[in-house]
């Protein structure tokens, strides 16, 4: 059944008209088809239901906010709220007001500014590609995949236009709020951000989140059942940059996006979900990712508002 | 078990020393001890557990945005959503300043100007007390209890105090996103406020939403299992104020708090839960209300983002 | 010369294809033609200059602000700084975000806010007619002309359609920064931005300005020479809401803009000038009033950043 | 007369108990001692008159905002107005807020933002040391001193932590609103604001200002009468951050000031001046030099608002 629902979903979405806007800012991005959409779910026994373009390779961008934030917490523990808050921001994902309203601490983690100050921690003395290469190490033991990596070109193009992320940075560096040297920490965004997954490589790397912390291959935890729900907390509240609110009132499950059309979905206990389609909302959000996950929620009863089944 | 735990958490809250500020900004609720607690469970099957001071009336405040809420979109349905957002604010509850950068549409309906809103369709074309009667049979209905009244001596100490809805009301009005008569709609909205509930009958009163929007007495739906789950999420992201986030992290319930110290919590299909400690948090949130909430959903693993148990 | 220079200009006014928009939000001023153009100059000498609609009366509105400031500094002195800044605001002329970040104490007695809580002031406990009558009777005297009063259609439009004016006042009512009922102050700011004035009158009003604060007629003072020139440099830096700098750059001249598309220019020792065309520039000050100050300036080296004549 | 007055102005300042706050931000202006006082005063005739530590050499800051305008109106004409603005900012000198509002566009050049933007303007296209050497030679011709010059310790402390002018430029770079490599503008900017002058040769790089824009020496225009007046209604407005409206109230003369204390003054027609005394207001202002300028002006009539001499 939800093999026949996810073909269907994707069938539906490859033909929709409306499609938004493909991320223009950085020029990589800018060149992707809004044509692709892809859908992979991975089922709490372990099942993977995929369709469309789902094993085709995008750029992650904001979801490795999410394994950035893993990573910190692994290495600095609660050390990690000292440089950024768990509240949503009431403003759009670049937005440096708040900054100064708010002496250089961001809002969240799943800001820009609170990536950078999260990436700071993981970047903190040492070469940017030992940051980098802690990163991806985690994600590749969580999608138990290595041939997952950043794509340079990508990389290059973010550093080569992020001039707003590079404020960002700046300005918290003028409050202490980020330490490394500012061009390190940058180098590790940016690349972070370039991370290029699939799909179905993307479901397999949230699984973890769906099983209260504990990768579902070795059983070991990755973060405590506390931290994953946190985690997923988080998700909810801030996951969708100034769309949040409106993502937790349609579709109801703990997730993140990004600007390259992926969006990486938890319902705890039942499935990770991972959906792409390049095309954008004014808020930076998957058009047709954010309503193919509507659509699931709905019919599978994925919403962690709903009363879980009478045993 | 839950009455053991209810019981202890009780027992200690009454003697915490750091209670938070009285809200001083009413004189009327200036004047309530901070000494106060008291808690309240309605389970899925119907058994209430309560302790401390759980049948004393306390102003539920903005706890009545919820059922504002309800009673708005019972009669006016998605039109409630032209006026009001859905969306985390980022600011105080009584910030006016997103007002102006957003053209006067409030962000959600569990800020103030965003309840303003709301009521001001509750109000639309009528005198005050019709306004004011809809709400409250609504919530006499909810709570099964015809007792269930306004303070009349907290709804005169709002609206003689009440300068700050006032501007919020009347720059709403300017950019006709309240259309009524400013004083009529703030008369309802401040009576709505002033309504006195204990623990026990605010619990009562919830028990909706714990069941997908049906009475649990009549098997009525209050609203249909959809819009119970949107209102949960609601509560999640948006139900206190600039600390929502924080309480989604913490505690994982969707909950409304109000300046009186009283918290509304929903464990959907566990329990319907209401705490009282008058004391708040410099966000205007009941201190020990969040303390005992947060360790009464640990102990019980009512969490929305926890796995649901496996059957 | 100063005869033909204005005769000039009001041709080339009377006839400027791009005249602004008339201010809609008060419907009573959105009925004024934007085809009127008058100046009227009177110079050291008591001589007065003229030319089209000069003797045509139109709603003074913010350009009362000064005349307020004036009654308000003579009745309460100093005292009058703990209400309000003098510093520009850098926004608009009804913006309230910047009464919230800086509590409730607006910036300059010039933008609405501050007129507001001035007004206050010379309202403060006694009826709105009084405050209403103290305001008028300065003007008439500055004037020395009793004919000049309200406008009531003006004053009872603006009552009836002033939510953000009320927004404002209840929201600085609201930090103690105006201690009177609001609806009192409110009646008397109403009623003084509807005085009706002619250009001839309005200049005439303003002549103790030009005379380091003496009447001219009677000898007097009407303000202290410091308290004169305070005003002036207010006038230059507040003057013209959030194009105060642009006019400054532009004509070099104290001067006061109403919504009513009149403007009061003071050029010290030399001339008080009152132009009145009802089109507005987008930041709500007269366009072709602003266009006829800047040649007039220009042409009669009335700059205060030009050198003195070397005598 | 002159003479006498300030003597005794330097005398009192020279024992002033309250003496501001050196600025802390920059590591070599924090080494400087707040006990020093100097004034230099050039009149239309060409006389020097000074007192105190007349001659002692400071870090101008952005009194050096002044001439980078000149510089940059010299060889780019009205071009410069669409990197930047006229108006006041009603925010602190380095905010970064109404950037983000205003789409990267600052408001006026003698903001941090507004100086950077006219800065890229020089620095386009070349080295780091053309544009240095570009306003060097100016300002070492305006003071007809060739010994003036860069004080490198100051400009590596500036750049080694000026985190937050480099968000500001970064911020501008992502709208486009700066046009050259970020680290050469910045390296240009860093270098003029640590120009070291004595009062002595700042009031003589100031004269062009007070004789319309000519130079007193060679006779030569440095820039159009009219410009003259527009910079020093720049000044007049804008000169002082957000304290420029106080500083006209109160003074009533075309100023900048800089961190390190000085501050240039012109009496158009009159005099030029500049104060120095490091220790600053909460707003970033020479709190003795803003003194010593407002007992000057009343002392001499020079106040820009007082009718000009009867001849």
């Given at each position: 059944?939800?093999?026949?629902?996810?073909?269907?979903?994707a069938?539906?979405?490859?033909?929709?008209?409306?499609?938004?806007?493909?991320a223009?800012?950085?020029?990589?991005?800018?060149?992707?088809?809004?044509?692709?959409?892809?859908?992979?779910?991975?089922?709490?026994?372990?099942?993977?239901?995929?369709?469309?373009?789902?094993?085709?390779?995008?750029?992650?961008?904001?979801?490795?906010?999410?394994?950035?934030?893993v990573?910190?917490?692994?290495a600095?523990?609660?050390?990690?709220?000292?440089?950024?808050?768990?509240?949503?921001?009431?403003?759009?994902?670049?937005?440096?007001?708040?900054?100064?309203?708010?002496?250089?601490r961001?809002?969240?983690?799943?800001?820009?500014?609170?990536?950078?100050?999260?990436?700071?921690?993981?970047?903190?003395?040492?070469?940017?590609?030992?940051?980098?290469?802690?990163?991806?190490?985690?994600?590749?033991?969580?999608?138990?995949?290595?041939?997952?990596?950043?794509?340079?070109?990508?990389?290059?193009?973010?550093?080569?236009?992020?001039?707003?992320?590079?404020?960002?940075a700046?300005?918290?560096?003028?409050?202490?709020?980020?330490?490394?040297?500012?061009?390190?920490?940058?180098?590790?965004?940016?690349?972070?951000?370039?991370?290029?997954?699939?799909?179905?490589?993307l479901?397999?790397?949230?699984?973890?989140?769906?099983?209260?912390?504990?990768?579902p291959?070795?059983?070991?935890?990755?973060?405590?059942?506390?931290?994953?729900?946190r985690?997923?907390?988080?998700?909810?509240?801030?996951?969708?940059?100034?769309?949040?609110?409106?993502?937790?009132?349609?579709?109801?499950?703990?997730?993140?996006?990004?600007?390259?059309?992926?969006?990486?979905a938890?319902?705890?206990?039942?499935?990770?979900?991972?959906?792409?389609?390049?095309?954008?909302?004014?808020?930076?959000?998957?058009?047709?990712?954010?309503?193919?996950l509507?659509?699931?929620?709905?019919?599978?009863?994925w919403?962690?508002?709903?009363?879980?089944?009478?045993?």
């Open positions: 059944m939800l093999d026949t629902l996810i073909a269907d979903i069938a539906r979405m490859a033909t929709a008209p409306d499609r938004g806007q493909v223009r800012y950085i020029p990589e991005l800018a060149k992707v088809s809004p044509a692709h959409f892809g859908i992979a779910v991975v089922t709490a026994d372990g099942r993977e239901h995929v369709a469309g373009d789902a094993d085709l390779s995008f750029s992650i961008q904001s979801v490795s906010k999410v394994f950035a934030l990573e910190a917490l692994q600095h523990g609660e050390r990690v709220w000292q440089r950024v808050g768990r509240e949503p921001s009431g403003s759009a994902f670049n937005s440096i007001i708040q900054l100064e309203l708010e002496q250089g961001p809002r969240n983690p799943f800001i820009n500014a609170g990536a950078i100050a999260v990436t700071d921690l993981i970047a903190e003395g040492n070469e940017p590609r030992e940051g980098i290469g802690a990163i991806l190490r985690l994600v590749r033991s969580l999608a138990g995949d290595d041939t997952i990596n950043v794509d340079g070109a990508v990389a290059y193009s973010e550093a080569a236009t992020g001039f707003r992320n590079a404020a960002l700046n300005y918290m560096r003028s409050f202490g709020m980020i330490a490394g040297p500012v061009e390190t920490t940058l180098q590790v965004y940016f690349h972070q951000c370039a991370i290029a997954m699939s799909c179905r490589q479901a397999r790397a949230g699984r973890f989140l769906m099983h209260a912390g504990r990768c291959t070795s059983g070991k935890p990755i973060v405590s059942p506390e931290r994953a729900r985690i997923a907390a988080l998700m909810l509240t801030c996951g969708h940059y100034d769309a949040s609110g409106e993502f937790a009132f349609e579709v109801g499950l703990p997730a993140k996006s990004g600007v390259g059309g992926g969006i990486l938890i319902a705890p206990g039942r499935a990770s979900i991972a959906v792409w389609s390049p095309g954008l909302s004014p808020q930076g959000n998957s058009l047709l990712g954010t309503k193919a509507e659509e699931l929620s709905r019919a599978m009863g919403n962690v508002f709903n009363p879980p089944p009478a045993c």
